[in-house]
């Protein structure tokens, strides 16, 4: 029995150095490309292609004007669709490349900006914001507000706002919902666009003379936040935003479509905005001047951190398989991969978002498993979209990113968002 053992052991050490080691790592795609079978990719084409009746069915029934899908696994995309118009009026479809108002869909991408200068050592996280933007001293918080004569009493904030706070959302800075705008109206904040000549660092200091809706850390509330990211930003790089985002990401990504103001020659690519007010009603064309053409009219030079980027879903789709690859896509780091876990973990504790069960890291909304209860997904992917109706997910668990866009604003109809999210889960088959 010893021989024999004896004469299998270099067998046995032979076939471990050349098996496959457990620990190997599978090497991050760097690149899309079509997928030449969906099975392949662990996707039942028949089930698949309930995303086409789907989107099919809102264009033909006047719920959305347009929608281009993106779905891709393993970096290899599986569904990436256009439905619908540009624009109904002139019967012009929409095209896969066409350029869409992305909305809050901006403040990941500034984020991601931001924490490319935390790992070049610009700041901490708790860091003071006043440290940086001294107009965040002392600030106050809103404790009484009176509608009807446009008063209010404050107190003495308890803390001051540090920068985790900010991509937290809870610094207590809101969107001026306290007041029905009326507060940041008078002082000059434009709470989404702009078309006079204004600058970030004009409006950061406006907004830190606004009253606090709770104390730093004391709650989430979604607001201004990431146009405050977006002035840090420029502080720490020492360039204008635009400058910074394409040069820390756009270039490296190849996202050569994503701005805040289009150029001249892609203005027959930016789809055209509708509103749809009530479940019942006809879809019809935004008379919102702003929202219509903020990107392609005025002085072009309000760079909002929150609200202010366009483009197409290819390029955001470049951008998630970044964060989905750990922080590298096309040849480029962007991010460590240790700073893409600490931006996807619980940063709010027991908040939650919207006070629902989901929760929030530093720049995304965070599944668990409470809300996956309702909802097919995975715990642990991240998330957000944009007031336009734009949405995006990434799913680690699956290794699958999927986005959906029109531009509809106001959109009072189904919850395609998540018809769309049960149909891109429902087809997995593996």
Known sequence: MKTSWLFLL????????????????????????????VSDEGFDP????????LCEHAIQNNILPNVVTFVARHGKIVHYKA?????????????????????SMSKAIVTVAL?????????????????????????KVMENFNPQKGTFTTRPAKGPITIRHLLMHTSGIHYGNLSGNDLYEKAGIPVLHSKDSLTIAQVVDRLAAQPLAHDPGAGWTYGLNTDVIGRLVEIFSGKPLDVALKERIFDP?????????????????????????????????SEND????????GAKTYFSGGAGLVGPIEDYARFCQMLLNRGTFNGKRILSRKTID??????????????????????FEIMTENFNRHLLGSVGSFKWGGMYYTDYLIDPKEDLIFLFYTNVFPYAGPDLHQYFRVLVYQALAD
């Not at 496959?20 to 991050?28: G, Q």
């Not at 009530?278 to 064309?285: I, M, Q, V, Y």
């Not at 702003?290 to 009219?297: E, R």
Request: with cysteine; charged share 25%.
């Open 10 to 37: 270099p067998v046995l050490i032979l076939s471990m150095c050349t098996a496959p080691s457990l620990n190997e790592k599978k090497e991050a795609p760097q690149h899309f490309s079509l997928a030449v079978n």
């Open 46 to 53: 028949v089930r698949l292609a309930r995303i086409d009746s």
């Open 83 to 103: 439905f619908g118009f540009r624009n109904r009026e002139k019967n012009i479809p929409v095209q896969k490349d066409d350029i869409f108002r992305l909305a």
């Open 115 to 139: 924490m490319s200068l935390y790992e070049e050592g610009k700041f901490l996280l708790d860091d003071p914001l006043a440290k940086y933007i001294p107009a965040f001293s002392n600030m």
């Open 253 to 285: 990504l190849g996202m050569k479509d994503t701005w805040f103001y289009l150029p001249e020659k892609d203005y027959s690519r930016f789809v055209t905005l509708y509103g749809k007010e009530h479940a019942d009603s006809a879809l019809k064309l």
């Open 290 to 297: 702003l929202f219509q053409t903020y990107a392609v009219s």
């Open 342 to 363: 600490i931006m996807t973990m619980n940063q709010i504790g027991d908040f939650g978002v919207w006070g629902g069960e989901n929760k929030f890291g530093l720049g």
